[in-house]
């Protein structure tokens, strides 16, 4: 039998960014046209989401073949989703990009609702990345923001719950056929416990309840004090230093030595701690190379990074 | 709001920015909370750049690493060398181990293996290079040929391979081992495929002779159709061989192909089909496999035969038309049953006085065809329609202004269907929503001033909307005509115009962005299905006013989040 074209369109996923951005597993349809997925941890299959929150970052960046790229940033209560507008998307979203990158600079915040498709790379070294990529944008007051907030703590909680339900059965088929789960759910929930393993949901339920909370208008709850000693602090410091390479050294080699419970420390989380001090995910990822190269860093397994 | 709510973000602001004013530091956080929902840990970010303003210098904006990616193309690996990055070749999977490995503190399962190039050659030279998947792909199979786009190559003490990335396109050209269906399997009825061979057990509910004319005209071959039912459902039947088995028995069918006739599918049985008497004591009955063969008007489905079901004659017509000199009859109308409506025509004039409509009938073995996506019923004789004195269902319902609420996954998952009402997120607002020109001959919008039919016409001015709801599982297209769309942006057709002179297509289309993008929406009209998926075309919609806070306590107390 022939393999059907899939035309129809992918339906739009309310996803909170902590949700998303944990996601490594990428799915691929075997024919030409089929589309590709991200699946979460939680099971879901998403290639594409409706996320929305406050834009964070927006700069223009030049890619060396000379076009120009826009990055940005949208952090909702969980976390932050990464996009970015190339060259190939609409003319509107371009427009937008440019208009919110100016607007920001000027220090008005924007709060931002998008529809983008979901993206998931990885680098040579294997660390793997989610992004998305507008593909329509607003700007939008807070009742609509609240209201995708407890739309998506809805959707969410439909699949921690389909999730929890399916720990009661094998991951593969011939066992969670025997569920009740909807099957449109199944095949997202046997890849994502196959690759993931086990997880823990408490995180997923605060980020929830935080949401709710904002949704509710109780932004009192919501509210959470700095604790003492923050990433802050330090970007304060490196800052203040001009040389910023030697800067990003002490920085990588501090954060493995601090971080290394005996086994090293995953690339990933060098660059996330590496961020949070003000040092591009780029520049970090060439240092890191380039101490392994010297030897001041080594690799005792694939992508895990101890001090020598 | 309390003085030191702030005070260890205030003090996280100014310990970054030392000569900001702890009061505007201040006062950005309160905007940020009370204007934009942003609780202060998570505003911090912003108003920190927001503070640096010029003072940051910007970091170098040119990224080296993100090189223009051109893609080699290669006929064989003995082209590629240890540095090609972005790789595409045509390869034979030979062989595809999975492993597990640790990577980044997850289990994750890494393939590995062997590929050959020049896979269509026969006899031919072929390299073997080994590989490793780290997505891993689960089209990888082995024996099958595939193309790989976007892997790496990998050079380590002077071996050479290939490393398949998460990122890495793989496309199956041929597949390898083909997945069999178990045969002698018996399947629900509704779960069979549109197409294939399939093994079944059903019972017999209705068998007649037919005859089946050959387009040129050289005869007829005889067959049998009728219908075939289990608990999960009933499908329609066709043999081309002697089908000698009595109504109501039950057989068990293997080897018969499932076709597709227009949107229903058909059982075929043919000289490898195999049908045997099948026993079991359990099986529902004739009578109860009967009564769920009465179909309701949402499951009709065009090319549907020996449909039973229940409906109410709304309005009724008398058409004439002449054919081979001869004057012909038709009469038409609109029916509904609490599903929804659709249309019914008789070649045979029957008891009907539109003077005594709403009449509720049964009709039996007719069949149905769909014009526009609208199913029609097809009625070739009056023995086929029995009046009923009473409707099975309410009668206070009045059928004629009855709008059925229908959920999006059904109205995507059903045939098409008219006077419905269905919800959804807005998550699409087409570029071409506004203005269009309409051809004047045949309605269709014209691209540049031109007709594909009709070429260059004077076009008449229209007004549409274009949408696409979503209910996170699936989407459905949603077309405003001129009033649902005037209504639903609250402009005149003048505004329309003016607006979209001044402001430009993009600037209108972003403003209705702006308006209803993550909205929910309500649409009534009807809904055209087919392959490309579900067309809803509405007379009216509105935006659904929701509460974010009632959302939030709904989903408290659903989930038990507290």
């Known amino acids: 039998m022939q393999a059907t074209r899939n035309v129809r369109r992918q339906p739009a996923i309310h996803i909170l960014a902590s949700e998303f951005g944990e996601s490594t597993l990428n799915e691929k349809g075997s024919g030409e046209f089929d589309p590709s997925f991200v699946v979460t941890k939680l099971g879901s299959r998403i290639n594409r989401v409706i996320v929305a929150g406050l834009l964070e970052r927006m700069e223009a960046r030049e890619v060396s073949n000379g076009s120009v790229i826009y990055q940005g940033q949208l952090r909702d209560p969980s976390g932050l989703n990464y996009f970015s507008v190339g060259d190939y998307v609409s003319d509107s979203v371009k427009e937008l990009a440019i208009e919110f990158s100016s607007k920001l600079e000027s220090g008005e915040p924007i709060l931002l609702m998008m529809v983008a498709k979901t993206r998931l790379y990885q680098t040579d070294e294997g660390a793997v990345y989610t992004s998305l990529r507008p593909e329509e944008m607003c700007i939008i007051d807070t009742k609509r923001y609240a209201t995708w907030l407890a739309r998506t703590c809805d959707a969410m909680m439909v699949r921690m719950t389909n999730y929890t339900k399916s720990l009661d059965f094998e991951a593969n088929m011939e066992s969670m056929s025997k569920s009740e789960l909807p099957l449109s759910t199944i095949k997202g929930l046997i890849a994502a416990r196959n690759h993931y393993g086990e997880l823990d949901l408490e995180h997923y339920r605060l980020n929830v309840m935080q949401a709710l909370d904002i949704a509710e208008g109780k932004l009192e709850s919501a509210s959470k004090p700095l604790p003492q000693k923050v990433d802050i602090e330090s970007e304060v410091e490196e800052n203040d230093n001009q040389t910023n390479q030697d800067d990003l050294e002490s920085a990588i080699i501090d954060i493995i030595k601090s971080l290394d419970q005996g086994d090293g420390v995953d690339f990933e989380t060098i660059i996330v701690n590496s961020e949070a001090r003000g040092h591009q995910r780029s520049v970090t990822e060439e240092k890191i190379e380039s101490l392994s190269d010297d030897g001041t860093i080594h690799e005792p397994a694939f992508g895990w990074f101890r001090l020598v | ?562």
């Open chain 2, 1 to 562: 709001m309390s003085d030191d709510k702030y005070e260890s973000h205030i003090k996280a602001v100014l310990s970054e920015c030392s000569d900001a004013d702890p009061e505007a530091v201040k006062l950005a956080f309160v905007k940020y909370e009370e204007e934009f929902y942003i609780p202060p840990q998570d505003a911090l970010r912003s108003i920190i750049r927001r503070f640096q303003g010029e003072k940051e210098v910007n970091s170098p904006s040119t990224i080296t690493s993100n090189q223009v990616r051109s893609t080699k193309k290669v006929k064989a690996l003995s082209e590629l060398s240890g540095e090609d990055r972005d790789i595409e070749i045509e390869v034979e999977v030979i062989s595809h181990n999975v492993r597990e490995q640790t990577i980044r503190g997850e289990q994750k399962n890494i393939a590995f293996g062997l590929i050959e190039d020049n896979p269509w050659g026969e006899g031919t030279q072929r390299t073997r290079w080994e590989y490793k998947d780290w997505g891993p792909n689960s089209n990888i199979t082995p024996g099958s040929v595939i193309r790989i786009e976007g892997a790496s190559v990998n050079e380590y003490q002077g071996r050479m391979s290939l490393n398949i990335n998460q990122s890495t396109r793989i496309a199956v050209l041929r597949e390898g081992t083909r997945p069999v269906n178990d045969p002698g399997e018996p399947i629900n009825i509704n779960d069979l495929p549109k197409e294939g061979y399939v093994c079944l057990v059903g019972r017999v509910l209705s068998s007649r002779n037919d005859q089946i004319h050959r387009k040129d005209g050289s005869g007829s071959i005889d067959v049998v159709r009728g219908r075939i039912a289990d608990e999960s459902g009933t499908i329609g039947f066709l043999s081309w061989e002697p089908f000698e088995h009595e109504v109501g028995s039950l057989i068990k069918i293997d080897g018969s192909q499932v076709r597709t006739f227009r949107d229903t599918p058909e059982l075929n049985f043919g000289r490898t089909t195999k049908i045997e008497p099948y026993h079991d004591a359990n099986f529902a009955d004739a009578e109860k496999l009967n009564s769920q063969n009465v179909m309701t008007i949402s499951q009709l489905t065009d090319g549907s035969r020996d449909v039973e079901t229940i409906v109410q004659i709304i309005d009724w017509e008398k058409r004439s038309f002449t054919r081979d000199g001869e004057e012909k009859h038709l009469w038409s109308g609109q029916i509904a049953d609490p599903t929804g409506k659709c249309r019914m025509s008789a070649w045979e004039e029957l008891p009907i006085e539109s003077s005594k409509l709403p009449i509720t009938i049964k009709l039996k073995g007719v069949r149905v065809r769909a014009w526009q996506g609208i199913p029609d019923i097809t009625v070739d004789g009056a023995d086929q329609v029995e009046i009923l004195e009473q409707t099975p269902w309410d009668d206070s319902i009045d059928l004629k202004e009855h709008i059925v609420e229908v959920d999006l996954d059904e109205v995507t998952s059903s045939s098409s269907r008219v006077g419905i009402s269905t919800e959804g997120v807005v998550v699409s607002v087409r570029d071409d929503s506004g203005m269009i020109m309409r051809c004047s001959e045949c309605r269709r919008v014209l691209k540049d001033d031109e007709c594909s039919t009709h070429g260059s016409v004077k076009g008449t001015k229209d007004i549409r909307v274009r949408l696409v709801l979503d209910s996170g599982r699936t989407t459905a297209s949603l077309l405003l005509n001129k009033e649902a769309s005037l209504n639903l942006v609250n402009m005149t057709e003048k505004d329309m115009e003016s607006e979209i002179k001044s402001n430009g297509q993009m600037e209108f289309v972003q403003m209705l962005r702006n308006k209803f993008l993550g909205r929910k929406l309500k649409a009534n009209g009807r809904s055209i299905v087919d392959d490309q998926g579900a067309m809803i075309l509405a007379e009216s919609s509105s935006v659904i006013d929701e509460e974010s806070s009632l959302i939030a306590t709904e989903v408290r107390a659903k989930w038990g989040v507290n």
